[in-house]
């Protein structure tokens, strides 16, 4: 059952459901379109958090990465095809920028690209920037 209070949240299938079992005597719920110029940054936020919830669901240890690797080279290559399939022009360097967001099978990630000549020693953090190192207590990058 639905709490009381402030969501802003994009009606889904499950709460347009919910919402439609409450009881119009007793409950008032205020509802609006999404608006043309937020619905970009709106939708993006929706479908970050639901697919790092899904991300989170596929860690099988042994191939976690490899999954979520996977999942994500669907995604974009989806993103392409619907795209080339649902737009009147297509945009030739958007799909090309697009084709180059695949991430490789390796699953590595470029920490840092120095200069060899203006710098003598790495500039590299002692502790990586990564968030589950950051909220880590303990934890430093360079362990001897």
């Given at each position: 059952?639905?709490?009381?209070?402030l969501?802003?949240?994009?009606?889904?299938?499950?709460?347009?459901?919910?919402?439609?079992?409450?009881?119009?005597?007793?409950?008032?719920?205020k509802?609006?379109?999404?608006?043309?110029?937020?619905?970009?940054?709106?939708?993006?936020?929706?479908?970050?958090?639901?697919?790092?919830?899904?991300?989170?669901?596929?860690?099988?240890?042994?191939?976690?990465?490899?999954?979520?690797?996977?999942?994500?080279?669907?995604?974009?290559?989806?993103?392409?095809?619907?795209?080339?399939?649902?737009?009147?022009?297509?945009?030739?360097?958007?799909?090309?920028?697009?084709?180059?967001?695949?991430?490789?099978?390796?699953?590595?990630?470029?920490?840092?690209?120095?200069?060899?000549?203006?710098?003598?020693?790495?500039?590299?953090?002692?502790?990586?920037?990564?968030?589950?190192?950051?909220?880590?207590?303990?934890?430093?990058?360079?362990?001897?």
């Open positions: 059952m639905l709490q009381f209070g969501y802003e949240q994009v009606i889904t299938d499950y709460l347009k459901d919910e919402l439609s079992k409450l009881n119009e005597d007793w409950h008032e719920a509802i609006e379109k999404i608006d043309h110029a937020e619905s970009a940054a709106i939708l993006g936020k929706y479908m970050g958090r639901m697919l790092t919830e899904v991300m989170h669901y596929l860690d099988n240890s042994e191939t976690a990465v490899r999954d979520r690797v996977a999942l994500c080279n669907s995604i974009i290559s989806f993103i392409i095809q619907y795209l080339d399939h649902h737009t009147d022009q297509l945009d030739d360097e958007l799909v090309s920028r697009l084709k180059g967001q695949l991430i490789h099978q390796d699953a590595e990630m470029l920490l840092e690209l120095l200069d060899k000549k203006a710098f003598s020693k790495p500039a590299c953090a002692l502790t990586p920037l990564c968030p589950s190192v950051l909220c880590s207590p303990g934890i430093s990058g360079n362990q001897a």
